[in-house]
């Protein structure tokens, strides 16, 4: 059966701890990889604008001796002048996996349903799986265990990266605490907040839902937040958005709330002006750069995962 990956939800707690092993051993061993996807051809649909997710999976690609295409649908947009469909079926005969970054998550799903090789989500509206797998993995090597840590995140909720970090840290048995201005438009989706508190329970974590950043951070071992200004938000949004999630800023004030050993992340791109502080992305609790490299072991271990191809 062909797997896709377009929420965490896509595989189970196990795979995910395998996932993160391997990723570790593809960033230490990499000689070993270097023949993996040998005459693979990943190809990658954007629909939106990316430095990381495009380059991590070219080089990754290139790394364990793949090739990746790059198609952008920007000016060509996906299911007007030919349907998902077509273009799934299309592709899936020429390529052994795709990767898309789309606004609509139901295009995805439409795009995974149509394809007869592995689908991999690299953003939608809605979720934002494979940063997630790369946070954990960044996590995991600066803190050595995930089960029992407490993650804060603060700002725009109602976002791609909140939606998979709340399956992610639950998955991982990692506390959330997730704080937002009291608006409907930076809830996070209510859908998600309730399998996640399932999904928690089961792991022996919890979920908390906050309206003051304060609250949520204190004696937490990790502060992430995300962009206020998400790709798919509209211009016009923008001044009423930065007014209302003000008093989500991540500052050193707000830091000095969290545990000792506390560090910050931030999936990038980020704003200095609006939701971090050049004090706190460029001081020396922030481990944004671990996470940025990191997407590109983390994805390589997804892929070989997905494809079936992990073995000696
Ligand atoms: N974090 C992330 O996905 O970055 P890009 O939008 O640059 O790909
Ligand atoms: N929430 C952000 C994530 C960027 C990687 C966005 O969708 O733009």
Known sequence: MVRHFLTLKDISVDELKTILELAADIK?????YEEKMRNKTLLMIFEKPSLRTRVSFETGMTRMGGHAIFYSIKDSPLGKK???????????RFVDIIMARLYKHSDIEELAENSSVPVINALTDFTHPCQIVADLFTIKEKFGELKGLKLAYVGDSNNNVTHSLLYGCAMAGININVAFPDYPEFRPDSTVVKEAKQIAEENGCVVKLFNSAEEAVKGANIIYTDSWMSYHIPKEEEEERAEKLAPFRVTSALMSRAAE????????PASRKQEVASEVIDGA?????????????AQNALMLTLLNNTGE
Do not use: G, W, Y
Not at 261 to 268: D, K, R
Not at 285 to 297: C, G, L, T, W, Y
């Open 28 to 32: 230490e061993n990499p000689e070993k």
């Open 285 to 297: 609790k922030s481990i944004v750069f671990d996470q940025a490299e990191n997407r590109m072991h």
């Open 82 to 92: 030919e349907s998902i469909s077509d273009t799934a079926k299309t592709a899936s």
């Open 261 to 268: 050993n506390a560090v910050f992340m931030h999936c990038l």
